[in-house]
């Protein structure tokens, strides 16, 4: 992990889902940590990552804030569509969101706005395309847990759709990811 600048702050931009689809991800999470031992989901709210975490001064968060809720008040609001669990191994599970047109969207220009204004870069994920899902276990799922809760969600039924009112910038507090601000989508 690389060394944080001096005055920086870890953040992250995604879509919190609303109850109950939020409630019930994190009973799901509780699950795997109760029977499979993976707990580091736990670490932040259910949530659907828009842009990966990112440094930025703590002393410029109004700049930070400012300019995103200009910038996501003018965007319109995707419906979300979660189709069950998927994985991604050997040791992530998670609820998979439909990649529709329109939140593909939202998450391009919130990016490549994040690039232009902020310069900010994720270099590190660049070549990973954007594919949404709310994660539920993920680096401490051992692989033969991995292999057991698999067998366990891969035929499960999981359906829910949200209209996403609000983005959120999460901030971590050195232990934990937690909601900084929301934003109001158009």
């Known amino acids: 992990m690389a060394v944080k600048r001096a005055g920086?702050?870890?953040?992250?931009?995604?879509?919190?889902?609303p109850p109950p689809i939020y409630d019930e991800a994190n009973i799901l999470k509780h699950h795997f940590k109760e029977q499979y031992q993976s707990k580091a989901s736990l670490n932040s709210p259910p949530h659907i990552?828009?842009?990966?975490?990112?440094?930025?001064?703590?002393?410029?968060?109004?700049?930070l804030t400012e300019k995103l809720s200009d910038f996501i008040s003018e965007l319109p609001k995707p419906r979300i569509t979660i189709t069950g669990f998927d994985c991604?191994?050997?040791?992530?599970?998670?609820?998979?969101?439909?990649?529709?047109?329109?939140?593909?969207?939202?998450?391009?220009?919130?990016?490549?706005?994040?690039?232009r204004t902020f310069q900010l870069f994720n270099a590190q994920y660049r070549d990973l395309p954007f594919h949404p899902h709310l994660t539920l276990a993920f680096r401490d799922l051992k692989k033969a847990a991995f292999e057991e809760a698999w067998?366990?969600?891969?035929?499960?039924e999981f359906s829910g759709d949200f209209l996403t009112e609000r983005i959120a910038l999460l901030k971590h507090n050195g232990?934990?990811?937690?909601?900084?601000?929301?934003?109001?989508?158009?």
Do not use: G
Request: positive net charge; contains cysteine.
């Open 8 to 17: 920086c702050k870890d953040y992250f931009i995604a879509i919190i889902p």
């Open 49 to 63: 990552t828009l842009h990966m975490p990112f440094e930025w001064k703590e002393e410029k968060e109004k700049v």
């Open 88 to 115: 991604f191994r050997p040791r992530v599970i998670f609820l998979n969101v439909a990649k529709t047109p329109e939140l593909a969207k939202l998450q391009k220009e919130l990016e490549s706005f994040c690039k």
């Open 151 to 156: 067998l366990e969600f891969e035929k499960k």
């Open 175 to 186: 232990k934990t990811w937690e909601v900084f601000t929301e934003f109001s989508l158009a």
